[in-house]
């Protein structure tokens, strides 16, 4: 899969292109039916299935206060499209200049750079250009001018509910993972790269990989169950999202700590993905850095469990 960032870098070679268009976080089920009718088409009509997405994401950039936590990272986005067998993504830099562009300017100039756009699909709310003036009605209305076939794709429902980022970024934070994994189309994962951390867990007997988690939406503070990929190899993991407060002696930024059972070695620059199964207690103050590890030593030990009852 190419990635690229401007139109006219795409070259497709005389093939048609099939383009799907959104921002795409966390790609869930509707994204990915979204997605999905660009890349049909494309194998359909021998064509290039091209995803033109934005990064950062519009509301880091319109209104910074109010920008949501993503809830994959770029990367991690990236691999799920190569694995929903896309050929190449378009992404455009979003800053204010962009924002200020026209709708209808935006879809001139991608049909033009493009060269050869045989279809655009979106959500049917997708909405997009200056002001966020447009939508699927002018969608058709350029794709008559212009030459090309447009697709409208309804949400999907989870429960009679539409699946939507939003409501996605809900169930993590009110830590409904099963509701997540259901609207993800599979398993809920965490992936980040593993940062130097103090070695405070190294000291009590259970080093852990402190993951970079900035600008992620993270699921409630708390000792998760967990595996975890690192290096090629599945281990079974204890996960703690939260602030230490057994061993920070001052207010301490959110963490998620993994310790992956049964590993020896170092992953510091690694990257790891952290599948949570579920939330086996809340973190906790205890009286010493030794009475914490005594209660890790249980967490484990209940961890283990599950994963062998599994």
């Not at 970079?212 to 975890?228: E, K, W």
């Not at 963490?255 to 906790?284: C, P, S, T, V």
């Not at 009286?287 to 249980?298: C, N, T, W």
């Amino acid at each position: 899969m190419r990635v690229f960032s401007q139109p006219a870098e795409l070259n497709p070679e005389g093939k048609p292109v099939c383009a799907a268009i959104g921002v795409f976080d966390g790609l869930h089920l509707g994204h990915q039916q979204v997605i999905k009718t660009a890349v049909d088409r494309a194998v359909q009509i021998s064509g290039l299935s091209v995803v033109i997405t934005f990064e950062p994401h519009p509301q880091a950039v319109l209104t910074p206060k109010n920008a949501p936590l993503a809830i994959c990272p770029l990367k991690q986005k990236l691999e799920l499209l190569e694995k929903m067998g896309v050929d190449s993504v378009l992404l455009l830099h979003f800053d204010l200049a962009f924002s200020r562009m026209e709708a209808a300017d935006f879809i001139k100039t991608l049909a033009r750079d493009l060269k050869n756009l045989n279809s655009i699909s979106v959500g049917r709310n997708f909405s997009f250009g200056y002001q966020r003036r447009g939508n699927l009605a002018l969608l058709e209305k350029m794709g008559l001018e212009l030459g090309f076939q447009v697709d409208g794709i309804q949400p999907v429902r989870l429960d009679r509910q539409p699946i939507s980022s939003t409501r996605l970024r809900k169930a993590i934070r009110e830590g409904h993972l099963d509701q997540v994994a259901q609207m993800l189309g599979r398993p809920y994962s965490i992936k980040a790269r593993v940062l130097q951390g103090d070695a405070l867990g190294r000291q009590i007997g259970f080093p852990t990989a402190n993951l970079d988690i900035t600008g992620l939406q993270l699921p409630p503070c708390g000792v998760y169950s967990a595996h975890a990929t690192a290096l090629g190899h599945r281990y079974i993991a204890v996960v703690n999202i939260g602030i230490r407060p057994t061993i920070s002696t001052s207010p301490s930024p959110l963490r998620l700590e993994a310790h992956l059972l049964d590993f020896q070695g170092n992953l510091y620059g690694e990257e790891i993905e952290l599948f949570l199964k579920a939330r086996i207690r809340d973190e906790k103050k205890f009286s010493s850095p030794q009475e914490l590890g005594k209660q890790i030593a249980m967490d484990i030990e209940t961890v283990r469990a599950q994963s062998t009852a599994a």
